[in-house]
């Protein structure tokens, strides 16, 4: 086995952003609800759900694309759920959140055995992942090109996401409110802005963003459903939005962070002596 | 008059988590409905899953998997009574069970030393990671449920790496660390079944749990302080010292929960024998079912304890897959937030009209 650390090798290069791109994704979802008033720690079930969905809509639909759908509208279902606890019952955010993480891990490993009658692990050949596309010019030029080229669709939109929250926030009616009822609850309420509606808002983008870093995950990454194959990412992922003070370049610079030193213990895992 | 004032606060104590197990029942049934499956009879297989079987050996079962969930639930329920959301019950339950492991096989002292020596061992390292998250709240106000949350991921991690590299047991083919010696075995009481001494602890400490409460000075700090604490700030009492003081015994009893798996149940440290059956989560479940009252822990941790075991049952005869009962779990959480949630906003509307 190379006992170098080579960290040029284009094929670790190209696995930077896969790993990045699920982290990012959930973290600007997050990120809005942070942004909202909402400590949103259910991120990691809305992702689960994500992989499921993904993986559910590509066999029965027989698209890659029709399977994120899916993906997105599960992981949606899921915060629809958490939305009406959180913003009709007035329902302590935090437990409701471990709650929808538990239903939803828990459901679809339930769905896993009723509907694909397997355990632990879906793969079929009928299951169609995410095509990967090159960027024209820029996979040619060296390190950069394995980099940023060579990706699923969700990775490039990612990237359209953090530019889409930015301008949401800052440049944007609606992305004003939700800052202003995040920051000032009560001022907001006497302006006449509603803040359920706010809420409802932020938690199903939450959703969407979540349900879309999860079909990357079981579409893009690999093509399988695996038991609790979020791993963890969604906590990551609030840790990114907190790190990167709720602010889209924060939390992309965070994400990427995050992705970079997983993908860098995969390749010393690789590296002999360490295994 | 007062009798029958404390039995309409029974029962409207009694009537959301009553309500939440009822409902959670019902939409498990009706997934299983849309998946094919028949609830009742399914219901049934899991009520045999839980109580029945040969001389009620579900029953002894149930028992013995609600013993770690019961005492976790109290460990939990102490810190949030207090207000502090100590959810790493965890990490702290993994570190205390490695610890009692580690100290338990290599100590060079007769068994009586030993056992003390662990125990001791166990509920400091537990204690003193259940401090880092009061620390880093105190210090930086990080959110305690952030901070221990995240917290157990360190701490499985790090039992994982020492049960498989420094103190694995070469001469299995399994990731574990050794036998602990015969002496330091808590014998069963129950002869063919898992029921161990150690469980008749719980129900000790749970009541020694509730009298302190209900009865004495610092339970009534405590009481307050998760009502409001400014309220005990302003009469004079350190917050600060009161909220390490909580979470250290908070997490000294996860950890004990800890031992007691380690030196009743298997004898020996493996990794994902405390987590993969969630005791940690079912326990928060249960405190939280129980609205952080010790005595009520009692209840509901037997009752999800009696749903998961019954999952296994149910499995077993019926091909319901087991995981029907964590999802009927989080189901019965929803309902007990929306609940409280509600009580909580009619209670502030009230005010502000």
Redesign the interface.
């Known amino acids: 086995m190379d006992n170098t650390l080579n960290l040029l090798d284009p094929i670790f290069l190209n696995s930077i952003f896969r790993l990045v791109t699920p982290i990012l994704l959930a973290a600007l979802g997050g990120m809005v609800c942070t942004r909202a008033g909402i ?1 949103n ?1 259910a991120l990691e079930g809305h992702m689960i759900m994500g992989c499921f969905g993904g993986v559910l809509g590509s066999y029965y639909l027989k698209s890659a694309i029709g399977g994120v759908l899916v993906g997105m509208i599960m992981s949606m279902l899921v915060a629809l ?1 958490y939305g009406i ?1 959180r913003v009709n ?4 955010e ?3 959140g ?3 993480n ?2 939803s ?3 679809t ?3 896993l ?2 509907i694909f009658k397997v355990t632990g692990t879906f793969s079929s050949p009928d299951l169609k992942g995410l095509k990967i596309l090159e960027l024209p010019i820029i996979k040619d030029i060296p390190i950069i090109g394995p980099l940023l080229s060579g990706h699923t669709i969700v990775v490039y939109f990612s990237w359209i996401c953090v530019a889409l929250t930015y301008i949401l926030f800052f440049n944007t009616t609606l992305g004003l409110r939700i800052r202003g009822v995040g920051e000032n609850p009560e001022a907001s309420k006497t302006l006449g802005i509603s803040i359920s509606k706010i809420h409802y808002f932020a938690i199903l983008l939450c959703g969407a963003f979540c349900g879309l870093a999860g079909a990357q995950l079981s579409l893009g990454n690999v093509t399988m459903f695996v038991e609790e194959m979020s791993g ?1 990412r969604g ?1 990551i992922a ?2 990114a939005s907190l790190l990167g003070q709720a602010h889209p370049i924060g939390v992309f610079l965070a994400s990427t962070l995050f992705g970079f030193v997983s993908s860098l213990s995969f390749r010393i895992q690789g590296l002999a002596g360490f295994v | 008059m007062k009798i029958r004032k404390s039995f309409r606060n029974l029962t409207s104590s009694f009537k959301a988590p009553v309500i939440a197990v009822i409902g959670g029942l019902l939409i498990g049934g009706i ?1 299983m409905l849309i ?3 028949e609830p009742f009879s399914s219901y049934r297989a899991l009520f045999d899953g839980a109580f029945g079987g040969k001389n009620s050996a579900n029953l002894v079962g149930t028992l013995v998997r609600s013993a770690p969930i019961i005492g976790l639930a109290l460990a939990a329920s102490i810190s949030f009574k207090a207000g502090f ?1 100590n ?1 790493g019950g965890e990490g702290q339950m993994v570190l205390g069970a490695i610890t009692a492991a580690i100290i338990a096989i290599y100590a060079p002292f007769s068994a009586p030393i030993t056992a003390v020596l662990a125990v001791l061992g166990a509920i400091t390292v537990s204690g003193c990671y259940a401090l880092i998250g009061a620390w880093l709240d105190i210090r930086f106000s990080i ?1 305690l ?2 901070s221990t ?2 917290l157990n ?1 360190p701490a499985n991690y790090f039992a994982t790496y020492l049960a498989n590299h420094p103190f694995r047991d070469l001469t299995t083919g399994e990731v574990q660390t050794q036998r602990i010696p015969a002496a330091l075995q808590i014998p069963k009481i129950i002869p063919k079944t898992q029921f161990h001494a150690g469980i008749l602890i719980i129900p000790i400490l749970v009541f020694l749990a509730a009298y302190i409460f209900k009865y004495t000075k610092i339970g009534y700090k405590l009481r307050m302080c998760g009502y409001n604490k400014n309220f005990l700030t302003y009469g004079g009492v350190n917050t600060v010292k009161l909220e390490y003081g909580t979470l250290f015994i908070s997490g000294a009893l996860a950890g004990l929960i800890g031992v007691l798996e380690v030196f009743g149940m298997r004898y020996r440290y493996l990794p994902g024998m405390l987590t993969t059956p969630l005791y940690a ?1 079912t326990a ?2 249960a405190a ?1 079912l129980a609205n952080s009252n010790p005595i009520g822990v009692l209840f509901s941790g037997f009752l999800l304890a009696a749903i998961q075991n019954g999952g296994y049952g149910m499995e077993r005869t019926s091909e319901v ?1 087991r ?2 009962s ?2 009927i ?3 019965i ?2 309902i007990v ?2 609940a ?3 009580k ?2 009619n209670v502030s509307s009230r005010k502000e009209g």
């Open positions: 400590v720690i759920i606890l019952f007035g329902a302590e935090v437990v409701v471990l709650a929808v538990l239903f891990t828990s459901l490993v339930f769905l055995r009723t963890g906590w609030i840790v | 997934i998946s094919g499956f959301f959810i959110p449920f952030i949350l995240l991921y989560w928060v479940t939280i897959p995981e029907i964590r999802v779990q989080a189901v959480i929803m937030c929306a409280t949630g509600l909580r906003k």
